[in-house]
């Protein structure tokens, strides 16, 4: 009988091939692999031709599915290239590491362990053990003259063919490391080796003879060198267990990295998926692969550039004492030959090739949750495969196939799955939208955590929606997730929301949730014709808000402080826009009265009041001489100049183009200016800056210009009728007054009528 322990790195090109090479010698009749046994069903697809690495093993508890773990295979990782070899050879291959429905039971041990404890559990010993064990390999390496274990690994295993004894070597080595280090005191790790120990002996009892174990290497010399059974057996009986599930899932490159906080990550990944693919590659096709990306960005490489690169990297090898180019000695030659030193360039080559965005594919014939399921397979009708780099897509609405997209990616955003981001759309219709794509792992739990509400995704959106209203305590936050349903084509969920909001409606008598909600609501609108939306439906739910908030706004702008009248103007502009949008006269009509409301109230905020009265303005209502009317009785309030800049700033609110082209407003609002106290003056000066950066550069300018010219004079008209009953003593008595309040300087005798 004879059991070949081969102690490897997890995802190593080197590795994979002395794995691959010794099974191919060896003929084992068995392979045990480090893995979760619950994974072990799932290694009947590894033959399947459209499982196609990097893929992992997702294994999860059903009844928490946040509680989850990953297993990820790289095509040159050790363990995949020994299951892919047991599978196509008919040799049975079995998992061995610590069943995951123990350690998922150990980990809620601990945690409520630690809820029960002071949060204060590390000691000087402990830091010192972590130390220690942080990276056991960086003794080796400073031993060969290394600085990191990691390098030294790769370029004594990885890099090297014809590895022949590398097992035996490995097994030394970590041997002597851990006859020297102190035992490491892990509770976990020691059950993860008395179980692998306890396959490894049940293989046997099998009656499999050429048993050949696959393992990190670390765990190697407890796998040759076995204690009794009884101690393993002892140390194993009495764990709980709980319920998991498993199932393969698409991975990425990005994902197998350090970076991603993958703990057994590897730092390349592209480049080690070019050393397996290209063993015997002396730096040259990976030169070639970088002038291609240069190229395709529009950036010349020429032939010299690619040879010159490979020859400094040779010399670079050469004076490191090394047997082989590695991607260090690559990358300080491609900066510096082919980058000119440019590290941006350099983090270019490092996104699409050192790292890359490869993404694995999983047969949608594998077992896995219904919803999960469901989503696949709506992916693949749909021709929106799952993909790890960026990209943008742009859906027209009038087509079937298109709009079907459109209602699967908001669904998915209702159930919190941010695959897709919406993007803007540069165009004045509604029938276009816009997506940024991005496929990542981790989607594959939020789907399962969602599937206790559906086991499709139109039953799951809907019911998450209907509990979201149902939850949700503000109108504003309804009527948000309404605009989110209606593009997601959910009927049953619409009614939903609707009902809730008329509830909500009738139930406030705060305008301000109100104004927040009605914005949303008016915009659903925008997609009554490309989606068929029952358009009269919401109308009447939004004209009947309007209808409450018109009531009410007069005597929401009494009385309030500067920052609530700010607020309450920005809601303001947000109602203008809404009724102009929904373009009923007679709700426009009602619309105006209430704003004359709002302008005429001497209580009202002045901010919110000068607002007002530009969209009167601006909708020529008020216009000649009753806007001077207005903008004169304005300036003149209580003589109260901070209310009156106030006013100004939201009468200009936006826009100072009615200042250049009405004479008789520039010249009150000069004469106005031209009469400010020194001390007024600086005290209003911020506020008059506020108001005039909001205008456009040109806009400023001609207005600067306008100011150095001098203001003009007022002209008052007066008719013949209204002299009829004139009581000319009394009048000139008044002229003065009337004159200073106008902001007229002039001497009495030089007014006339």
Same mark, same amino acid.
């Given at each position: 009988?004879?059991?070949?322990?081969?102690?490897?790195?997890?995802?190593?090109?080197?590795?994979?091939?002395?794995?691959?090479?010794?099974?191919?010698?060896?003929?084992?009749?068995?392979?045990?692999?480090?893995?979760?046994?619950?994974?072990?069903?799932?290694?009947?697809?590894?033959?399947?031709?459209?499982?196609?690495?990097?893929?992992?093993?997702?294994?999860?508890?059903?009844?928490?599915?946040?509680?989850?773990?990953?297993?990820?295979?790289?095509?040159?990782?050790?363990?995949?290239?020994?299951?892919?070899?047991?599978?196509?050879?008919?040799?049975?291959?079995?998992?061995?590491?610590?069943?995951?429905?123990?350690?998922?039971?150990?980990?809620?041990?601990?945690?409520?362990?630690?809820?029960?404890?002071?949060?204060?559990?590390?000691?000087?010993?402990?830091?010192?053990?972590?130390?220690?064990?942080?990276?056991?390999?960086?003794?080796?390496?400073?031993?060969?003259?290394?600085?990191?274990?990691?390098?030294?690994?790769?370029?004594?295993?990885?890099?090297?063919?014809?590895?022949?004894?590398?097992?035996?070597?490995?097994?030394?080595?970590?041997?002597?490391?851990?006859?020297?280090?102190?035992?490491?005191?892990?509770?976990?790790?020691?059950?993860?080796?008395?179980?692998?120990?306890?396959?490894?002996?049940?293989?046997?009892?099998?009656?499999?003879?050429?048993?050949?174990?696959?393992?990190?290497?670390?765990?190697?010399?407890?796998?040759?060198?076995?204690?009794?059974?009884?101690?393993?057996?002892?140390?194993?009986?009495?764990?709980?267990?709980?319920?998991?599930?498993?199932?393969?899932?698409?991975?990425?490159?990005?994902?197998?990295?350090?970076?991603?906080?993958?703990?057994?990550?590897?730092?390349?990944?592209?480049?080690?998926?070019?050393?397996?693919?290209?063993?015997?590659?002396?730096?040259?096709?990976?030169?070639?692969?970088?002038?291609?990306?240069?190229?395709?960005?529009?950036?010349?490489?020429?032939?010299?550039?690619?040879?010159?690169?490979?020859?400094?990297?040779?010399?670079?090898?050469?004076?490191?004492?090394?047997?082989?180019?590695?991607?260090?000695?690559?990358?300080?030659?491609?900066?510096?030959?082919?980058?000119?030193?440019?590290?941006?360039?350099?983090?270019?080559?490092?996104?699409?090739?050192?790292?890359?965005?490869?993404?694995?594919?999983?047969?949608?014939?594998?077992?896995?949750?219904?919803?999960?399921?469901?989503?696949?397979?709506?992916?693949?009708?749909?021709?929106?495969?799952?993909?790890?780099?960026?990209?943008?897509?742009?859906?027209?609405?009038?087509?079937?196939?298109?709009?079907?997209?459109?209602?699967?990616?908001?669904?998915?955003?209702?159930?919190?799955?941010?695959?897709?981001?919406?993007?803007?759309?540069?165009?004045?219709?509604?029938?276009?939208?816009?997506? /940024? &794509?991005?496929?990542?792992?981790?989607?594959?739990? !939020? #789907?399962?955590?969602? *599937? $206790?509400?559906?086991? =499709?995704? @139109?039953?799951?959106?809907?019911?998450?929606?209907?509990?979201?209203?149902?939850?949700?305590?503000?109108?504003?936050?309804?009527?948000?997730?309404?605009?989110?349903?209606?593009?997601?084509?959910?009927?049953?969920?619409?009614?939903?929301?609707?009902?809730?909001?008329?509830?909500?409606?009738?139930?406030?008598?705060?305008?301000? /949730? &109100?104004?927040?909600?009605?914005?949303?609501?008016? !915009? #659903?609108?925008?997609? *009554? $014709?490309?989606?068929? =939306?029952? @358009?009269?439906?919401?109308?009447?739910?939004?004209?009947?808000?309007?209808?409450?908030?018109?009531?009410?706004?007069?005597?929401?702008?009494?009385?309030?402080?500067?920052?609530?009248?700010?607020?309450?103007?920005?809601?303001?502009?947000?109602?203008?826009?809404?009724?102009?949008?929904?373009?009923?006269?007679?709700?426009?009509?009602?619309?105006?009265?209430?704003?004359?409301?709002?302008?005429?109230?001497?209580?009202?905020?002045?901010?919110?009041?000068?607002?007002?009265?530009?969209?009167?303005?601006?909708?020529?209502?008020?216009?000649?001489?009753?806007?001077?009317?207005?903008?004169?009785?304005?300036?003149?309030?209580?003589?109260?100049?901070?209310?009156?800049?106030?006013?100004?700033?939201?009468?200009?609110?936006?826009?100072?183009?009615?200042?250049?082209?009405?004479?008789?407003?520039?010249?009150?609002?000069?004469?106005?200016?031209?009469?400010?106290?020194?001390?007024?003056?600086?005290?209003?000066?911020?506020?008059?800056?506020?108001?005039?950066?909001?205008?456009?550069?040109?806009?400023?300018?001609?207005?600067?210009?306008?100011?150095?010219?001098?203001?003009?004079?007022?002209?008052?008209?007066?008719?013949?009728?209204?002299?009829?009953?004139?009581?000319?003593?009394?009048?000139?008595?008044?002229?003065?007054?009337?004159?200073?309040?106008?902001?007229?300087?002039?001497?009495?005798?030089?007014?006339?009528?």
């Amino acid at each position: 009988m004879s059991i070949h322990v081969l102690g490897i790195r997890h995802h190593g090109p080197g590795s994979a091939r002395n794995v691959k090479t010794f099974l191919q010698q060896a003929k084992p009749d068995i392979i045990l692999v480090e893995g979760p046994p619950e994974g072990d069903e799932l290694l009947r697809w590894s033959a399947h031709s459209e499982l196609k690495p990097p893929v992992a093993i997702l294994a999860y508890r059903p009844d928490e599915p946040n509680r989850a773990v990953f297993y990820p295979f790289a095509e040159f990782s050790p363990e995949w290239q020994a299951i892919h070899l047991g599978a196509h050879n008919n040799v049975p291959v079995r998992f061995m590491d610590l069943p995951l429905s123990h350690k998922f039971a150990l980990e809620q041990k601990e945690e409520k362990k630690e809820d029960n404890i002071s949060n204060y559990t590390c000691t000087s010993n402990a830091a010192a053990n972590a130390e220690v064990y942080r990276d056991p390999l960086r003794y080796l390496a400073e031993a060969a003259g290394f600085d990191d274990g990691e390098r030294w690994w790769e370029s004594m295993f990885e890099h090297r063919i014809n590895n022949d004894g590398v097992f035996d070597a490995v097994h030394e080595a970590i041997q002597t490391l851990r006859t020297e280090i102190p035992e490491k005191d892990n509770l976990v790790e020691k059950l993860r080796e008395a179980y692998m120990r306890k396959i490894i002996r049940q293989a046997e009892k099998d009656g499999y003879n050429n048993i050949a174990v696959i393992c990190g290497a670390w765990h190697a010399p407890v796998l040759v060198n076995m204690p009794k059974q009884k101690e393993d057996t002892d140390l194993l009986k009495g764990l709980a267990k709980v319920k998991v599930e498993t199932t393969w899932i698409p991975w990425t490159y990005n994902r197998l990295t350090f970076a991603s906080g993958y703990g057994a990550g590897i730092q390349s990944p592209g480049w080690y998926d070019h050393v397996w693919h290209h063993p015997a590659d002396d730096g040259t096709l990976w030169m070639a692969k970088i002038a291609k990306l240069f190229r395709s960005k529009d950036m010349d490489t020429s032939v010299a550039h690619v040879i010159e690169a490979v020859r400094l990297a040779e010399s670079l090898t050469s004076l490191r004492g090394l047997s082989k180019i590695g991607l260090a000695e690559l990358n300080e030659a491609t900066l510096a030959v082919l980058c000119n030193g440019d590290d941006i360039l350099l983090q270019l080559i490092r996104e699409e090739l050192i790292v890359s965005d490869k993404i694995g594919h999983v047969p949608y014939e594998v077992p896995k949750p219904p919803l999960l399921q469901d989503v696949e397979k709506t992916q693949k009708r749909l021709r929106l495969p799952a993909e790890a780099g960026i990209k943008e897509l742009t859906l027209d609405l009038r087509e079937a196939l298109q709009l079907e997209r459109s209602v699967f990616l908001h669904r998915l955003l209702l159930i919190e799955i941010v695959w897709a981001h919406p993007l803007n759309v540069r165009s004045k219709g509604t029938f276009k939208e816009s997506w /940024q &794509l991005k496929w990542e792992p981790e989607f594959s739990i !939020s #789907i399962i955590e969602r *599937g $206790n509400w559906g086991n =499709t995704l @139109e039953e799951a959106s809907a019911n998450f929606a209907s509990h979201q209203a149902k939850e949700a305590s503000s109108l504003q936050v309804v009527c948000v997730l309404l605009e989110k349903v209606i593009p997601s084509d959910l009927p049953k969920a619409v009614e939903s929301l609707i009902t809730q909001i008329n509830n909500l409606a009738a139930a406030t008598n705060d305008v301000v /949730q &109100l104004l927040e909600a009605l914005p949303s609501l008016v !915009s #659903i609108s925008r997609y *009554g $014709n490309v989606r068929q =939306t029952d @358009e009269t439906m919401m109308l009447s739910i939004v004209n009947s808000m309007i209808a409450r908030v018109f009531v009410s706004i007069p005597t929401a702008c009494v009385g309030i402080d500067e920052e609530s009248a700010s607020a309450l103007t920005g809601h303001i502009y947000q109602l203008n826009e809404s009724v102009s949008l929904l373009n009923q006269e007679a709700q426009r009509k009602e619309w105006y009265d209430t704003l004359h409301l709002i302008c005429d109230h001497q209580h009202t905020a002045p901010l919110i009041a000068g607002y007002c009265t530009r969209i009167l303005s601006d909708a020529k209502v008020y216009q000649g001489d009753m806007l001077a009317v207005k903008f004169n009785f304005a300036l003149s309030r209580s003589g109260n100049v901070s209310e009156s800049a106030s006013w100004i700033e939201g009468f200009l609110k936006g826009s100072g183009t009615i200042l250049i082209i009405d004479e008789r407003l520039w010249s009150l609002v000069d004469q106005w200016v031209q009469h400010l106290s020194e001390e007024d003056f600086i005290a209003l000066l911020p506020l008059m800056r506020r108001t005039f950066s909001q205008f456009s550069h040109a806009e400023r300018r001609k207005i600067g210009e306008k100011a150095k010219k001098g203001g003009g004079e007022i002209t008052v008209k007066v008719t013949e009728t209204s002299l009829d009953n004139l009581d000319e003593a009394r009048a000139m008595n008044a002229l003065p007054v009337v004159a200073q309040l106008l902001g007229i300087q002039k001497k009495k005798n030089e007014i006339s009528t």
